[in-house]
């Protein structure tokens, strides 16, 4: 077995030194009973080949998206990944360590983390931010959670602009700690009012911005009415490209940002691992969730990085802990970063540029096409459209013609049969003038 | 002879880096695209040009700035890494190839199902391998991390008690637990009570079953348990539990040292979380990501959270909302999409490399190396419990006892030594803890040589009058310790343009 | 003359025309080591004897302050948020967390003097 190194020998030596007859000898504490009957349905040990051939036939089955041209998104989204990115997250020393907990030999994934956390900071206009947390979803009821202690409230609003994925996780999370979450239906339309819910009771309101149907907004009043009762604003992102293009959320006043950076971290992966980003005022921190990296000096004055504030963390607070999180999304986390300094500012804005324009021109020629119509006046590089039938059948039809045409938005919200008609686009700098060209051909045909 | 100093800092080839904020060339890119087209934006008032900040720097910056930083990193790669309870085993590289391959990787969860039956396979057969090697009912594969799993059980937990009318309101955890069990279970509205240890570092059992009553919703008890002893009297527990009405949960952060010898379903446990990136070898990556599947009795499988890999006559389905087809009665949703998926084509393929008689060899080995460990440094250091232990061997600080060293300066002297420290002082039960866990993926050689400083660090702390010098340790790493209380009182989070300490809160009011 | 009384928790309170003043012991900040950081309570706050009311934390623990009698806060120690080292090198002097107005001065004879606390701490240490 390729990742056993003890041999027979070895392992007679070691019985020798430790006075025991057998290995079995060392398991006497478990149940003899349950020992004997363990048996296990499953193949013995494989060589790499043959690994490689089973799960290699298995991706094969997929439709990945190089093979075709795909527009989708609904908060994961195919960007390009720079090979450097790959390259330096697969080095040992990042891959193979764990959590910093010995800070002198650690500094590595210290400052990495103390870097992502100042890029974070800086594309929401916020003024800290933490070392990651598992995905946007769950870093959206993180948030919840920490506006009702910093406001000692228990009910929060949730925009129907906010990823239904976003909505459900943090629903669930906090239907368990007893804060009352509303939920308003989904707002394709763009015509909900948040300014309106807010009031005393409420310790936030969640929205999100480009919305989940692609919509934009300025919540710079909806900030000033949250704060006037005391709300916390809550702000989520599912493509951080965006930022690279719009407003930041810190300057429209938000109090949390929230963001899936996966967009930027690598792969889609089918949806996971991602990157929660989680941003917030600096008054707030000691009411933060996830670890922290924080600038000190060694004994020597020189500088370096230590995890701190840990006392808001369950290894040391254990039941009143701000959050149960332990291991976060170090390696995707970094991925991010990387990203982030390949880019820099010049590289990270001609991004945000590209993917707009090829949404553009995407948004233009749908429209043109007849029965179709874009929802939203603005977006950035994703958007509703209303097709002439039901979405979900026009994506299987564009799906045998080799096409990944878009998000039928039935299949989040199969309840609401007046949504069946709409379909989620989203264009980024992978799609190609080609791609477009050759779903708005398969369009026609499908809707013909 | 002194050590020289120099110029740069450097020291050979400890080479020290500025942050990227401080190599900054506006204007400087590595990312290059290709034109953008001519397009009428559609931003409109929502557009913002402002600078943001961000450095720009070269690819050949960029890959020496992260490839500095790797090397002043400790990972397994590079060598022992015996942090207990974190199994830091080899990470086959093999599982990040199969993680790469376009069809695992360039796949987008919204994809028609038609398009991703590979993918949902995939979670199918990890999901199979997972609940086959437990015994138990069924798993749930969303969670993202041990924590996480531990929250998706007591979820079920509670909504099974929810859907009974049970109003039960305690959860009952050891004291040995990791932080991370009362953490959870207050998340789920429990009020937590400890239950203590007794002296040979177990679950008292008559404590336990004498505070059980109609009160208590579930009992936690992570085994083996974290001073790295089976809980022998489990079944017992686990009867005495269910006879009381409540729910048997079992951390599993330590399924590694029984795997392929015992079914967990065998002990009459309700609910488990396992660590893919500790039992499975996925790579901890510097703190995440992990995966915590979670399997569940039959009693407990109703209510586990969506989304479901569902196996039909046409190939598979993905049931994607709580309160339809077979997630009837979920209780809902707690992470983005299906899961971890890429850490779940990791764990398979380590799983299907080391088949089910590998992974029996792997948890006997790595229960072989604790133990071995154990033996040889009890000769100059105290264990906190006799043996055999199991995959992991505590150690207390009576050895220390008079010589002015603590268990922080001997982790801190093993740096120097060239080893990463144990776990230092955890389990909280045992004074001045030292937790090691060798894992199975060492040789005999590597143990030797760890065992040989690890002893020659106790005698010299031992002999006396190197009390200033293992104050003083590490001397010989990137860095010397580091201002812990400075860094808490006045934290410093972020980096900032110098002379520029308001900027970023104006900008953010 | 104000009278000193301790807790088993380990704080301290001193006492004068029926308004306390309430930190935590030399022995306490001894355990906890370094300081990093205190919240102390708003005057107004009501409390009951043995809530919660204040936090203390170090690096690497965190602990609850406790109300040694029931009353009102008057006032906390707003200097300890800038300086929570204070609480190290003065734990019985500038290092206070608040003052609390007593509601019922006879909880004061439940907690010890310093003879008994004394011997206490010195139990605690065997």
Not at chain 1, 165 to 191: C, G, Q, W
Not at chain 1, 223 to 240: F, I, Y
Not at chain 2, 248 to 267: E, K, P, S, T, W
Request: aromatic share 6%; proline share 6%; with cysteine.
């Amino acid at each position: 077995m390729r990742y056993l190194p003890l041999t027979d020998a070895n392992r007679k030596d070691m019985l020798t030194a430790i006075g025991a007859k057998s290995v079995d000898e060392l398991f006497r504490d478990l149940p003899k009973d349950a020992l004997a009957s363990a048996k296990f349905d499953l193949p013995d040990t494989q060589s790499e080949m043959e690994v490689e051939r089973t799960l290699g036939a298995m991706a094969a089955k997929n439709l990945n998206c190089g093979q075709a041209p795909s527009f989708l998104g609904a908060g994961n989204y195919r960007h390009h990944t720079p090979a450097a990115l790959d390259y330096i997250i697969q080095r040992g020393e990042f891959l193979t360590a764990y959590t910093p907990y010995q800070p002198e030999i650690s500094q590595g994934t210290l400052q990495a983390i103390y870097e992502f956390q100042t890029q974070v900071a800086l594309i929401t206009g916020m003024e800290v931010a933490n070392a990651s947390m598992y995905d946007g979803a769950t870093a959206c009821a993180e948030a919840v959670a920490m506006a009702c202690r910093v406001t000692k409230r228990s009910k929060a609003v949730m925009s129907g602009k906010v990823h239904p994925h976003y909505a459900d996780v943090t629903a669930t999370s906090m239907k368990f700690l007893n804060i009352d979450v509303e939920r308003l239906a989904p707002d394709p339309f763009n015509v909900e009012d948040m300014i309106g819910r807010i009031g005393p009771d409420i310790a936030c309101v969640v929205v999100q911005t480009p919305g989940f149907f692609g919509h934009l907004a300025n919540f710079s009043a909806l900030a000033n009415a949250c704060h006037a009762e005391g709300t916390l604003l809550v702000v989520c992102v599912t493509d951080p490209v965006s930022l690279g293009a719009l407003m930041p959320p810190g300057r429209m006043g938000a109090d949390i940002v929230v963001a899936e950076g996966q967009s930027l971290a690598g792969p889609m992966s089918f949806g996971g691992p991602g990157v929660g980003l989680f941003a917030t005022r600096e008054k707030f921190i000691r009411q933060m969730p996830g670890r922290l990296a924080g600038e000190t000096t060694d004994e020597d004055g020189r500088r370096g990085w230590v995890l701190t504030l840990s006392t808001r963390e369950q290894h040391i607070r254990r039941e009143k802990a701000t959050s149960n999180i332990c291991t976060n999304s170090g390696l995707i986390a970094l991925a991010f970063s990387v990203h982030m300094t390949l880019l820099g500012e010049a590289g990270f804005k001609r991004l945000a540029k590209l993917n707009h324009a090829m949404a553009t021109i995407l948004a233009r020629k749908l429209d043109a096409l007849p029965g179709v119509r874009v929802l939203s006046n603005s977006f950035f590089n994703e958007f509703t459209v209303e097709l002439p039938k039901a979405a979900g059948d026009v994506v299987e039809r564009l799906a045998e013609r080799g096409i990944l045409g878009g998000i039928p938005v039935s299949r989040f919200y199969p309840t609401y049969p007046e949504l069946q008609d709409l379909l989620l686009v989203t264009a980024t700098e992978t799609n190609t003038t080609e791609d477009i060209d050759a779903l708005i051909a398969a369009l026609k045909e499908v809707l013909s | 002879m002194t050590k020289p100093t120099t110029a740069s800092g450097h020291k050979g080839l400890q080479l020290e880096q500025a942050l990227i904020f401080e190599q900054d060339t506006q204007g400087t890119t590595a990312g290059d695209l290709p034109p953008i087209p001519e397009y009428a934006d559609k931003l409109g008032e929502f557009g913002s040009d402002e600078p943001l900040g961000l450095p720009g720097l070269s690819e050949p910056e960029v890959v020496r700035h992260y490839t500095r930083l790797s090397q002043k990193n400790y990972s397994i790669d590079s060598g022992f890494y015996p942090l207990g309870s974190c199994t830091m085993k080899h990470n086959p590289r093999l599982n990040e190839k199969m993680a790469r391959l376009p069809g695992f990787a360039d796949v987008h969860p919204f994809q028609p199902i038609s398009t991703v039956q590979g993918a949902l396979e995939l979670i199918d057969s990890c999901a199979h391998w997972l609940t086959e090697l437990t015994g138990m009912a069924a798993v749930a594969m969303s969670p993202a991390a041990g924590a996480h799993g531990e929250l998706c059980g007591l979820m079920c937990i509670k909504s099974a008690h929810d859907a009974a009318g049970s109003t039960r309101s305690v959860v009952l955890v050891p004291d040995s637990a990791h932080g991370t069990n009362p953490a959870t279970a207050a998340l789920c509205g429990y009020a937590v009570e400890a239950i203590p240890a007794n002296s040979e570092g177990r679950v008292d059992t008559e404590a336990l079953k004498s505070r059980l009553g109609p009160d208590i919703a579930a009992v936690m008890i992570t085994n083996p348990n974290t001073c790295g002893l089976f809980e022998r009297e489990c079944i017992d527990i686990a009867e005495a539990v269910h006879a009381a009405g409540a729910y048997f949960y079992m951390d599993g952060a330590n399924f590694n040292a029984i795997v392929g010898r015992l079914r967990i379903g065998d002990l009459g446990v309700d609910a488990m979380h396992i660590n893919l990136h500790k039992t499975f070898s996925t790579p901890h990556g510097g703190g995440g990501p992990g995966a915590g599947p979670t399997v569940l009795s039959k009693a407990l499988a109703p209510f586990a959270p969506v989304p479901m890999v569902v196996r039909g006559a046409e190939g598979y389905d993905a049931e994607e909302h709580a309160g339809f087809g077979t997630a009837k009665n979920s209780y809902g949703r707690m992470k983005g999409y299906h899961g971890q998926f890429g850490v779940f084509v990791r764990a398979l393929a380590y799983m299907m490399s080391m088949g089910a008689d590998g992974l029996k060899q792997a948890s006997g080995d790595a229960v072989l190396n604790a133990n071995y460990l154990l033996a040889r440094l009890s000769e100059e250091m105290s264990p906190a419990f006799p043996g055999p232990c199991m995959h992991e061997a505590v150690f207390d600080d009576r050895f220390l006892k008079g010589t002015g060293v603590t268990t922080l300066d001997i982790s801190k002297a093993l740096i120097d030594e060239g080893f990463h420290p144990p776990t230092m002082y955890f389990p909280l039960v045992v004074h001045g803890a030292l937790l090691m866990e060798p894992t199975e993926t060492e040789s005999k050689a590597a143990l030797d040589q760890f065992i040989e400083s690890m002893l020659h660090v106790a005698r010299k702390a031992k002999a006396g009058g190197a009390a200033a010098e293992f104050q003083a340790a590490p001397q010989l790493a990137p860095r010397r310790r580091l201002d812990e209380t400075g860094a808490a009182r006045k934290p410093v989070l972020r980096w900032k343009p110098s002379g520029d300490e308001t900027s970023t809160r104006q900008a953010a009011e | 003359m104000s009278q000193i009384r301790f807790s088993k928790d380990h704080e301290w309170i001193s006492v004068a025309d029926g308004v306390g003043t309430v930190g935590i012991t030399q022995y306490a900040q001894n355990q906890l080591g370094d300081i990093v950081f205190v919240e102390v309570p708003e005057a107004g706050k009501e409390i009951k004897a043995g809530g919660e009311i204040a936090v203390v934390e170090s690096v690497k623990a965190a602990s609850e302050v406790y109300a040694p009698v029931s009353g009102t806060i008057t006032e906390g120690n707003a200097a300890l948020i800038e300086a929570p080292e204070t609480v190290n090198t003065d734990p019985q002097g500038d290092g206070w967390f608040f003052k609390i107005k007593i509601a019922d001065t006879a909880e004061l004879n439940g907690l010890m003097d310093q003879a008994a606390y004394d011997a206490y701490v010195a139990e605690l240490d065997a």
